[in-house]
């Protein structure tokens, strides 16, 4: 993995965040809402989830000075701004990776408390992969509403840079 790869992949995640949010955000309330019986019940709630996953990834690896909410759901401003905030910063903060730096091994504690370190080309494959898995899910419940999802997949973001 080299700190270009880093670079790619993190903005093909934002990419695919933004294609699902934006037609997420179309639904009615009551559809972004609804108990899918998914692992986190409900289109918003999932989305939430990528979204805090992704702002507390980056507290841990570069500023624990951001504001993280728990529900991954802002309690202002909207979710596709503040998601788009720190997807940019994410993008901003990998433009100065080098390689070496890929290397470095990050110190932080999990949501139950417990400490780890990992090596940061590992947690960020984790970042972008979480995100993938999630956003799966989120096109099968807008499946199950009759909404077709876009297409996230990587090579579709791939065939966009050409």
């Not at 728990?70 to 202002?76: D, F, I, K, V, Y």
């Not at 730096?101 to 970042?127: A, M």
């Not at 993938?132 to 297409?151: D, I, S």
């Amino acid at each position: 993995m080299t700190a270009a790869d880093v670079r790619t992949h993190i903005r093909y995640s934002g990419w695919a965040s933004r294609r699902l949010l934006q037609v997420a955000l179309a639904l009615t309330d009551e559809d972004l809402s609804r108990d899918m019986s998914v692992s986190h019940k409900s289109i918003l709630n999932t989305l939430g989830h990528i979204h805090f996953a992704d702002r507390i990834w980056f507290s841990r690896v570069v500023d624990p000075a951001i504001e993280v909410y728990r529900s991954g759901l802002p309690p202002e401003g909207s979710l596709e701004e503040k998601w788009s905030e720190v997807q940019k910063r994410w993008e901003d903060w990998a433009d100065s990776l080098s390689d070496a730096d890929l290397e470095r091994v990050v110190s932080y504690t999990s949501t139950e408390g417990k400490p780890f370190q990992t090596p940061l080309w590992q947690i960020l494959l984790h970042v972008v992969n979480h995100a993938t898995l999630h956003r799966g899910q989120v096109m099968a419940m807008l499946r199950q509403l009759g909404v077709p999802p876009p297409a996230t997949d990587l090579i579709f973001y791939y065939r966009e840079l050409k």
